[in-house]
């Protein structure tokens, strides 16, 4: 079967450094994907990552290992909006997305 | 540009009712897809097109038919309403293939079936 894993919640500081994991298991690999998502609203695209290493964009980070099926999410300088879920997505042999449930940030002062 | 569009926000449908939940992009992608999401789970997918006049079923397909006449609409349709379709329901727009293709998404239809 496919499954996706990520951490349900994690709490960090704002101000701080955190990294959200993402362990997969899929048919095929064509990419993988970052979402953010505050609550109430829509996904809205973060990063992209297809070969090993790490993709930097400004204040946010993604790296990937195909050979380990993982990949992690860096935020720095953490702010107060950055509060929201985080949604780890494959794309598949199929060329579909399959989704992890999502980690739920919350960032106190 | 709107980008993706969807209607109602929110309805409460009572069980056994049809319903129709509307999606229409301006950005002439080629793919659309519907998913839903309820708590604790991912995005599921329902149905998908990869072009205008074909669709596809995804992972939770039943109790749900969706058509795709045209490249901007991509209607989802509940014939007869169960409880367990309560949920919140995204569509979503991309080009179809690899690369550096993301999804965008609508603002999403909120149901409650009673």
């Known amino acids: 079967g496919q499954n996706i894993d990520q951490p349900t919640e994690m709490t960090a500081t704002e101000g701080a450094i955190v990294q959200i994991n993402c362990t997969y298991q899929t048919s095929g690999f064509n990419g993988l994907f970052w979402y953010q998502q505050h609550a109430g609203e829509a996904p809205t695209f973060l990063s992209y990552?297809?070969l090993d290493g790490l993709e930097e964009k400004g204040r946010f980070s993604s790296f990937l290992s195909r050979s380990k099926g993982y990949s992690y999410l860096l935020l720095k300088e953490l702010q107060m909006k950055d509060s929201a879920s985080y949604l780890c997505a494959v794309r598949d042999s199929n060329y579909q997305l399959i989704w992890g449930a999502g980690t739920k940030l919350i960032i106190k002062p | 540009t709107a980008g993706i569009t969807q209607a109602p926000t929110s309805q409460i449908l009572a069980a056994g009712r049809s319903m129709t939940l509307r999606c229409t992009q301006d950005?002439?992608?080629?793919?659309m897809y519907w998913y839903r999401q309820d708590l604790g789970l991912g995005l599921r997918l329902i149905h998908y097109?990869?072009?205008?006049?074909?669709?596809g079923k995804g992972e939770v397909p039943d109790g749900y038919s969706v058509s795709r006449a045209n490249t901007d609409d991509f209607p989802l349709t509940l014939a007869s309403a169960v409880p367990s379709q309560t949920s919140v329901y995204f569509c979503a727009s991309g080009e179809r293939g690899g690369g550096h293709n993301e999804q965008f998404f609508g603002p999403g239809t909120r149901l409650t079936v009673l």
């Open positions: 990552n297809v």
């Open positions: 097109s990869n072009t205008a006049g074909t669709t």
């Open positions: 950005m002439r992608h080629n793919a």
